[in-house]
Structure formats: C-alpha cells, structure tokens
C-alpha cells in the first residue's frame, strides 16, 4: 500500500468525519485504518438494536474497569464500538452538545474552542429536522431528528410531573437554555441509525483518494527523529509499517488513544519503562485525567401499559416488527430514552448539574449475552435515571502490558470525591420527587428499585454506589490545554514533543460536557479537520 498524506487511527465518531473532511478537496491521500469490519449489520441500523450490540465481541471492545470502591467493588462493563461508525454505531444515539459554559470553559484552555466558535461548527454539521434557528443548523451532513412523532404516551405524563416538580418543560436541550424537562433529539434518519460511518464515511467512501482500511490493528505510532511517520499495524497475521507523508492522527477514542500513546513511547515514563518500551516523551498526562458521567436507575412498576408489555411477549415483537418494515413506525425505529431533562441539585448552581433520562420501560432481570432492550421484564415497568454532569472524580487508563492486543487497565475511580456522593444523594432524591407528583403517582404501582424500605441517607448512597455505572462517556485522557504540566496536546491537538501527531477525539476534551459525548466528540472531528487542512497550507 502506497504511502499517505495523513493516516487516521480508529474510524469511530470523530474520525469517520476526519476521513470525509481531509479527502474532500480530492488533494490529500488519506487512509482510515480500524480493528473492527464494517457496520452493515441489521442491529448498527435498528435503532432499538443496540441492546443486542451491548454484549458483542464482534461489533465491541468489551472493555470491563477494575474493579471500583466507589461502586462497591463492582467491575464495570464500558462498551465501545469496534466497527466502522465507532461507538456512533452501537450508542443509544441521543443528540445532546454540551451547556454552553462548558464551551466557554473550554476556549478559557483552549483559544479556538470556546462557545461561539462551536456553535459555529455545530451549525454546519447539523441538518437538523426541527429546522435552523439561532442555535440549530440545517443543510448540514449529519441529519438530527426532532423526535416529536410516535412518541410513548408517558412521555407527556413525565414531563407534566417534572413541571409540578419545579422543573419546567424546555423546547430544545441543544437550543438557548439546557435547563428542564423534553424531548431528546436523536442522530436517526429513516427509522435508521445516521451513524458517522452513514452520514460522513459512505459518501466519502466514493473518492479515489479515501482507503479505508478494516480489521487491522495498529500496534504503535512510528516515530522516527522526534516525528510521527506512520504507523504499525497487524491485519491477517502479518505486520507492517504505512507511512504518512503529512501526519498521523490518533482517533480511537478515550481509551484506545492514551493505550496507543503509550505503546508508542508517549506517556508516564515509569510506567513505560517497567514494561521494557522506549521513553520517547515523559509525560504523565497521557491516561490521566479520566472523565465519565456516572448514573443509576430508579424504577417502578406501573398501572398503565409500557414498553414491556409491547417488546416481552412473542405477539409483541412481531407487532414491533411489523410497525417497523411496513412503515419505519413503533419502538423499534427509536431509541428507548424518549425524554430527559437537566435540572440542578441546589438553586444556587449556575447552571446543571444532572442529567435525566426517561425510559417506558425496564430491565431489571438480566439476560445473559445482551442488554434486554427487546426482552424486557414481564410486568409494566418505567425507570427514570440520571447522571451526573460535572464529576469531580478522576480515573485512569494504563497498560496493562506491553502487548498490543492487551486491554489496558481502566481505573473509572467514581464517586471518589465527597463532592460527587453529596450531589447524586440530592439528585437521587429528586427522581422519588418526580415520582410523587400527581401525574406519575397516579399511575405509579410501586417503586421496585431501590424500594420503599430504602430511605436514609446512608442507605441511599449504599444503594447508588451498588447500582451505579457508567454512561459510557469516558473523555479527557489525551486532553488538550494551555498548560503543558497538565495536558497532553496543545489547542491545535498536536501532541506535544512529537511532530507530525494529533490526537482528535474525545480523549482530547479539556473538560468533560455536561450530557452525551457524541455530539462534541463528532465536533472534535469537524474542527480537528480544519486545523489539520489550515496547518498543510
């Protein structure tokens, strides 16, 4: 294979748009190499499919952390995707961007990266069904739903119960305020997922200066007089060496980007040198700094039909699937977190610190192999979760050897910080305050997780810290700023003491977003793209 201008590493949500972004002058030879095959599988496109993706070695790192105090010992399950579209290809596929202060923290770190130069960026993504507003873009690849058809009845009773909670109900979570209770938006077209393997890499696909390269894994960077050349990769049994004649950019997210660091000679320089790799940059921030929302589920059985009642029972299903292929209708053609919300623990805070998600039905008998979203449990059920926005906890990804093909070791380290216990003991209070409320009470049978019998405090984070895990939005581990000490890549996402490398994805976050991380790691993308093509003039 011919030498490249630039080599992208891992075709997930930041670089599938990186592919269709550097190849679309026609100028620059890229090549896109992944570990996993391709996304045309029957559950990537289901959109209520991706329960069955949950467990699947083929579609799926299978990532498990350590286990973790913080979790009472439990050793969390971290699905990532491994295939083309990355985790935009197995994730519940809800459209939040970030409270715009997040942004703002971030220009303060990063010139380039504050809120109107995003929004700018997340304007031109969009094509958005809602339509463009000051916010909202239209005409852009990536086409949003609005999600305001087919919706589960009890969406409306969970909304009105929010409002009579004292959180009212808001328009659009991406529009001029994030605060309150609604509709998701969700990255669906067609009653199929609008992966970034659909909506940026399939056209791209069609240019003769695109090689997308699949079932290959890249075992280190090749970095030859302090500049990253290329790259080592195994596929079929053998290895060999690509080399770039541009640069080389790391896209395999917040987990996969530090790993590949540090096998390349980047990273804590103990660390490297206890495993016999080379020391090429010292530097302690690559896999540090680890962010992640952290949530829980309280659930209830209820008087009225779910979900369950519809996805359990063998008529159901066909009915399902019927609705589905006849006219891209019913739950299967959406993701089963129809509403959220984002709400604050204490008036005070500037903005919020939690997020909601409202789910018509439950899952609380496990099955082996998958996430039960299409076996869920024989009796109406309705979970309410939350997570939360702004942990203050911070974990870690190491090698675990200096094999390649080794996971590394994932220390998630939640509920490290009392901070974080004493905002979601407020916030799991806050979820029994919807509860109560005449809209939902009515139709409420009982509270089934944690339980009536659970109501002290201690009691509370007892339960939480056994049932919490993570919302798979591991960030920050390759993370950009000002500060040298403190990051691993400049404001242009080089990193640092390597020329000739970029790390473009959600490990580059300086702070993690408060809500999904799809949105801003495809913004990574976007705006990494830009910088690439500015930096080549």
């Not at 995003?118 to 031109?124: I, S």
């Not at 605060?179 to 199929?192: D, L, N, V």
């Not at 992966?195 to 970095?223: D, E, G, I, W």
């Not at 000490?485 to 790390?503: E, F, H, I, K, Y």
């Amino acid at each position: 294979m011919e030498d490249s201008d630039y080599i992208i590493v891992g075709a997930g949500s930041a670089g599938c748009v990186l592919a269709e972004r550097l190849s679309a002058s026609g100028r620059h030879a890229v090549t896109l190499i992944e570990a996993g095959g391709s996304d045309r599988r029957f559950y990537v496109h289901l959109p209520l499919g991706y329960g069955k993706l949950f467990y699947d070695p083929a579609v799926n790192w299978m990532y498990r952390a350590e286990p973790d105090p913080g979790l009472a010992g439990n050793s969390d399950h971290w699905p990532r995707g491994r295939l083309l579209g990355g985790s935009s290809s197995i994730n519940a596929m809800v459209w939040i961007r970030g409270h715009r202060a997040d942004y703002e923290d971030w220009g303060q770190s990063a010139p380039g990266w504050g809120w109107e130069e995003c929004l700018r960026a997340y304007r031109a993504i969009e094509d958005n069904e809602a339509g463009a507003d000051a916010w909202r873009g239209q005409g852009g690849p990536l086409f949003i739903s609005a999600n305001r058809q087919g919706l589960h009845p009890l969406v409306q009773d969970y909304i009105a119960a929010c409002g009579q909670a004292g959180l009212a109900e808001t328009p659009d979570f991406n529009g001029e305020s994030q605060e309150g209770a609604g509709i998701y938006q969700m990255t669906i077209k067609g009653a199929r997922r609008n992966s970034t393997a659909r909506a940026f890499l399939r056209p791209a696909m069609k240019r003769a200066n695109l090689k997308v390269v699949t079932h290959a894994q890249v075992t280190r960077v090749v970095v030859e007089a302090g500049r990253a050349v290329g790259v080592e990769l195994r596929q079929g049994g053998q290895t060999r060496i690509l080399r770039a004649r541009g640069e080389v950019i790391l896209s395999g997210g917040a987990i996969n980007s530090p790993q590949m660091l540090q096998l390349s000679g980047i990273g804590p320089g103990a660390l490297l040198q206890g495993m016999g790799l080379p020391v090429l940059v010292d530097n302690p921030n690559v896999g540090a700094h680890l962010s992640d929302h952290q949530g829980v589920n309280y659930t209830w059985s209820m008087r009225v039909p779910t979900y369950n009642d519809v996805l359990r029972p063998w008529w159901g299903k066909a009915l399902a699937g019927l609705q589905y292929f006849a006219g891209g209708r019913g739950p299967l053609a959406k993701s089963i977190n129809h509403a959220g919300g984002f709400f604050r623990t204490d008036p005070a805070l500037a903005r919020p610190n939690m997020q909601l998600y409202m789910q018509a039905f439950s899952t609380l008998i496990p099955r082996n192999g998958e996430r039960p979203i299409l076996s869920p449990d024989p009796w109406s059920g309705l979970s309410i979760g939350l997570s939360n926005c702004r942990p203050t906890s911070r974990g870690e990804i190491l090698l675990a050897s200096p094999d390649p093909l080794a996971h590394p070791v994932i220390r998630a380290n939640a509920f490290a910080t009392g901070h974080d216990v004493d905002e979601m003991l407020l916030a799991v209070k806050f979820l029994r305050r919807i509860a109560a409320q005449p809209a939902m009470a009515r139709l409420i049978k009982e509270e089934l997780r944690p339980g009536p019998a659970v109501t002290t405090d201690a009691d509370l984070i007892a339960d939480f810290r056994a049932r919490s895990g993570t919302v798979y939005h591991p960030s920050c581990t390759c993370r950009m700023g000002a500060d040298p000490a403190t990051s691993v890549l400049d404001a242009r996402l080089r990193v640092r003491g390597v020329t000739g490398l970029r790390v473009i994805d959600a490990s580059s976050f300086p702070n993690l977003i408060a809500g999904n991380t799809n949105a801003p790691a495809i913004l990574m993308g976007w705006k990494g793209a830009a910088l690439v093509l500015e930096d080549a003039r």
